[in-house]
């Protein structure tokens, strides 16, 4: 029987969701990170359930060759990258495949997926850094978590982030030397600083540090070591949030140099975005991605397209190009704002209009009332992981909606929806489950990922569907 501890040496038969090894072994399956198909490897034992271990790789006796050198000092230390370790080619099929194994294991669903969209550059993709700050007990820290922890792995750079990287963390670390500032201990709730992030709008930084309770000291020499590397391409902003949560920003934003928000034009759209508007992470995927979502609607010609969670309003822009009008919905007011002032400098006020508030408060009147008008109604849902509240799914379905175009950065909650439009999925007092027979509701017209994330587990997926 296999305990904790033992170490074996086995072949790695398959790949798991998260990207890592598996080794099956006297009824276990093992998850064995940074091992690849085929490999044999030898491994330590780390913990064992009934049916499943986690193993720690400790030597690979046969690479597969599959297996690249990893370029990141931290890699197999920081959570970020699951599969620097695989070849690029390997990384687009791993992702594929993983959601057609997400709609099968948990939708029940047998897809076929078309193959991944790859990102132009693999690495210094990024235009957004969130770097926690720690105090280790002995001194402060700026880095990345640990994978499945709050622990942070100290960092000089970062190859998946852009260039800037390495200049902002040296600036604040020597701004917390300087000035004698303590990182954010989770344990006692005390510290200076939390955590520094740093969004990029075409070439323009927005700098944000997050303190636990804002401090003066030193922000002139800040500003000017700031001033020196990147000119006046950046804002700093100071935050507050002495909260004891996972979320990164308190309520209260002090802007200390710069401007709150940057222009940028991107698909022919002006847009402007600020501290708290989500953004697409790689710009080229994102260009790909929206192009794609553009054109499947397009191809539908409805008079209405519905943007669910549209964010700044880029892409709500781009679809009231293919329809009569197009209706963003957003729960992020700033980011509204952003909507607002893109259809004003775009001339599109009379075809995007840009609603506050939650879709699953907003979108049954929404649907309704297009419907009502005799309207030719799709909508795109683009949600955060979590997927989409169930009474948006309800929505849809009292609604009849012609077409769906489904974006999503999650596959298992992507899956899970997708069940419960075409009916192999119901949800029973707050539990989802199977259905065997089901006369299905939509057909899946197609499903294509990109490569939004190279060297992470990560994918983003568009599920077109349409009323059968
Ligand atoms: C994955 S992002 C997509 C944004 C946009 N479609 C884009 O491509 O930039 C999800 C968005 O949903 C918003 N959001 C989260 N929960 C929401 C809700 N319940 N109702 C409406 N918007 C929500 C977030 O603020 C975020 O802007």
């Avoid at 201990?185 to 927005?206: M, P």
């Avoid at 008008?373 to 009849?400: E, Q």
Wanted: glycine share 8%; with cysteine; aromatic share 8%.
């Amino acid at each position: 029987m296999i305990k904790k501890n033992d170490v074996l040496t086995e072949y790695v038969v398959d790949i798991g969701s998260n990207g890592e090894g598996i080794v099956k072994k006297d009824g276990l399956v093992i998850f064995l990170p940074f091992a690849l198909i085929g490999e044999k490897v030898t491994f330590k034992v780390l913990k064992v359930n009934s049916k499943i271990a986690y193993g720690k790789l400790l030597e690979v006796i046969s690479p597969s060759q599959e297996r690249v050198n990893a370029i990141c000092p931290v890699f197999t230390k920081c959570g970020g990258c699951s599969v620097q370790h695989l070849n690029y080619d390997s990384q687009l099929k791993f992702k594929k495949d993983n959601v057609v194994n997400c709609f099968n294991k948990i939708a029940g669903l047998k897809v076929g997926v078309d193959q991944c969209v790859c990102s132009d550059n693999q690495f210094r993709y990024r235009n957004k850094l969130q770097l926690p700050v720690s105090f280790n007990g002995e001194r402060t820290i700026i880095g990345f978590y640990a994978e499945n922890s709050h622990r942070v792995v100290e960092i000089k750079d970062c190859p998946i982030n852009k260039e800037y990287t390495k200049t902002i963390i040296e600036i604040f670390n020597n701004f917390i030397l300087e000035n004698s500032f303590k990182g954010y201990s989770e344990i006692t709730n005390s510290g200076d600083i939390r955590e520094i992030t740093v969004k990029e709008i075409s070439g323009n930084l927005i700098i944000t540090v997050v303190w636990i309770r804002q401090q003066e000291k030193g922000i002139k020499g800040l500003i000017n070591a700031l001033k020196l590397a990147f000119g006046d391409n950046f804002s700093l902003f100071y935050n507050e949030n002495n909260k004891n949560t996972n979320v990164i920003y308190g309520e209260k934003f002090f802007l200390k140099h710069g401007l709150s928000e940057y222009t940028a034009t991107r698909l022919g759209i002006k847009y402007s975005s600020g501290v708290l508007s989500f953004m697409q992470v790689n710009d080229n995927v994102c260009d790909k991605l929206y192009s794609y979502v553009v054109e499947q609607v397009k191809g539908f010609a409805p008079d209405t397209v519905i943007d669910a969670y549209s964010g700044a309003g880029l892409m709500t822009a781009l679809l009231s190009k293919t329809a009569k009008k197009a209706i963003g919905i957003e729960i992020v007011k700033e980011a509204t704002a952003c909507a607002d002032l893109l259809a004003k400098n775009n001339g599109l006020q009379d075809k995007m209009f840009n609603l506050t508030g939650a879709c699953e408060d907003l979108i049954p009147s929404v649907i309704n009332k297009e419907k009502e008008m005799g309207n030719k109604v799709a909508i795109v849902l683009n949600p955060p992981r979590k997927g989409c509240d169930v009474n948006v799914i309800n929505a849809i379905l009292k609604s009849d909606i012609d077409k769906i175009v489904y974006v999503s950065c999650m596959p298992s909650t992507l899956a899970r929806d997708v069940g419960l439009l075409l009916g192999s999925l119901k949800q029973v007092d707050g539990k989802i489950e199977k259905v065997d027979n089901y006369i299905p509701k939509y057909s899946i017209n197609s499903i294509k990922t990109f490569d939004m994330f190279p060297q992470t587990k990560h994918v983003e997926t568009v599920v077109v569907l349409e009323k059968n």
